[in-house]
């Protein structure tokens, strides 16, 4: 039996979902900006460990200028969990991960989601400025960079395993 898992790409126009999408998926990265127009939608098998298995997560990765749009019924129709995605050199796009993260409790309760903060490869140093109780408890940000490929695949792989407990 196939454990296929709907997730959706969450974050503002320029953040990187697609470029972490492709890093999962094809290990590659485009130094080319390309917006996503409405939804790309790929998968990826990851081996969820602890029992788990293997799980195919099937991307959503959605257009960034879709704003609260993303929460349409065909977008959340079947979904399992979100990965919220900002750029760490943009503090604008931390808000928007609050927003997302609220919004997205609000209509999807008791969905996992995880946070990244992408693009560490432009800016090492930045810290992220948004209070912790803004967030779900134990969910910090995770700092990747879709470019190098660091902490790409962990932080799809904490979600998947975040899914798999809650039993999806």
């Known amino acids: ?43 990826y098998e990851i081996d969820v460990g602890d029992g788990g298995g293997p799980m195919t997560l099937v991307l959503w990765d959605l257009d960034g200028d879709l704003g609260d749009g993303v929460f ?3 977008h959340i129709r079947g979904l399992a969990g979100a990965l919220i995605v900002g ?17 997205f409790q609000i209509r999807m309760p008791g969905r996992p989601l995880a946070f990244v903060l992408n693009k560490e490869d432009l800016a ?11 967030f779900p ?6 700092k990747t960079s879709a470019k190098s490929g660091m902490n790409v695949r962990a932080a799809f792989l904490g979600l998947a395993q975040a899914i798999h407990r809650a039993g999806l």
């Open 87 to 103: 750029d760490l050199t943009r503090r604008a796009t931390h808000e928007s991960m609050v927003r997302f993260s609220k919004e």
């Open 1 to 43: 039996m196939i454990n296929a898992q709907k997730v959706l790409l969450l974050g503002d126009v320029g953040v990187g979902k697609t470029s972490l999408a492709s890093r999962l998926v094809h290990d590659r990265f485009d130094n080319t900006y390309l917006p996503t127009l409405g939804v790309d939608i790929s998968t």
């Open 124 to 134: 090492p140093d930045v810290t992220f400025d948004i209070p912790a109780h803004l």
């Open 137 to 142: 408890a134990g969910l910090n940000p995770v």
């Open 72 to 74: 349409d019924s065909i």
